[in-house]
């Protein structure tokens, strides 16, 4: 994947039909249309990034002082498992290392092992579980709390 052509930017409200199509093909759970405009108008850090002008991934994250979470990380279906999930985690620490950020956050189902290992090699420790933390096609799952500190 030649990563040069990839575009980033802050996300707009007239990306949201695209970022919707993308978020509804890839989570068991979806973030709505209105919780992705309530992160635009929250001010959230929403990036989003393109290939050949089209969406192929998105974050949301919040930094609080000297703290990062992160809320969401996508990638578009037919472009999964290319690299793409670890070039946009690198460019948010990457972000966050250059505003003074120390630790960063996340929350992943305990069965989705592609974002388990995309989060370990890029630094993150499992810190706790959240029992039955998320809703599943026939129960409940875990939550890993995740976290990472930055020198
Ligand atoms: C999780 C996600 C962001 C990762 O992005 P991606 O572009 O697919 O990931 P990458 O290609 O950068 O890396 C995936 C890594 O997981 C590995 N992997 C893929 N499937 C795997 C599996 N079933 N078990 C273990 N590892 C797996 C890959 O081999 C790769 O590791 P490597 O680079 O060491 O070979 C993406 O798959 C996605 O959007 N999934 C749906 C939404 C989601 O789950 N978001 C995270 C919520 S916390």
């Known amino acids: ?32 249309k209105k919780s ?15 290939e050949k002008e089209r969406i192929i991934g998105y974050y949301i994250a919040l930094i609080a002082q000297d703290q990062c979470e992160l809320f969401n990380i996508t990638v578009k279906k037919n472009n999964q498992n290319l690299g793409v999930g670890n070039f946009i985690l690198k460019h948010l620490i990457s972000f966050c290392k250059s505003h003074k950020v120390v630790n960063m ?7 989705n092992f592609t974002a388990i290992k995309l989060y370990e090699k890029n630094g993150f420790n499992e810190l706790g579980i959240r029992d ?8 409940r799952e875990d939550g890993l709390l995740m976290g990472c500190t930055f020198d």
């Open 1 to 32: 994947m030649d990563y040069s052509n990839i575009k980033c930017y802050d996300a707009r409200i007239s990306d949201l039909k695209e970022i919707v199509l993308i978020e509804n093909n890839s989570h068991f759970s979806p973030w709505s």
């Open 36 to 50: 992705f405009e309530k992160a635009i108008k929250a001010k959230n850090i929403f990036k989003v990034f393109l």
């Open 105 to 111: 956050f996340l929350e992943v189902r305990a069965s």
């Open 132 to 139: 039955n933390y998320y809703k599943t096609l026939h129960g």
